[in-house]
Nanobody, 117 residues
Framework: VQLQASGGGLVQPGGYLRLSCAVS????????MGWYRQAPGKQLESVAA???????KYADFVEGRFTLSRDNAKNTVYLQMNSLKPEDTAVYYC????????????WGQGTLVTVSS
């Protein structure tokens, strides 16, 4: 199982980015998917998560600016990030809880988001 994250980059404050994370490989199903982030000098923190039936949960700091969605046919999760702030600068990691024989977490390689003028 592999997760391929993409969509990071440099954006000005107030701008937007869309992160994608595609799961590939041989597996039975994908349960929860989502994103964590790690800012320079800070701990890893949860950003958002989505269940297999589309229920979402967001960190308080999102404040309605991000939207998490998934396309189960493509085994892909998307994080639309609007109204970005400098404090959103971080490496963003996607994850997926994948069922093969049992359910285990898998992680993407991380994609850097830099919010700066």
């Amino acid at each position: 199982v592999q997760l391929q994250a993409s969509g990071g980059g440099l954006v000005q404050p107030g701008g937007y980015l869309r992160l994608s994370c595609a799961v590939s490989g041989s597996f039975f199903s994908i349960n929860d998917m989502g994103w964590y982030r790690q800012a320079p000098g800070k701990q890893l923190e949860s950003v958002a998560a989505i269940t297999s039936d589309g229920s979402t949960k967001y960190a308080d700091f999102v404040e309605g600016r991000f939207t998490l969605s998934r396309d189960n046919a493509k085994n892909t999760v998307y994080l639309q990030m609007n109204s970005l702030k400098p404090e959103d600068t971080a490496v963003y990691y996607c994850y997926a809880n994948v069922r093969i024989l049992t359910v285990n977490p898998y992680w993407g390689q991380g994609t850097l988001v830099t919010v700066s003028s």
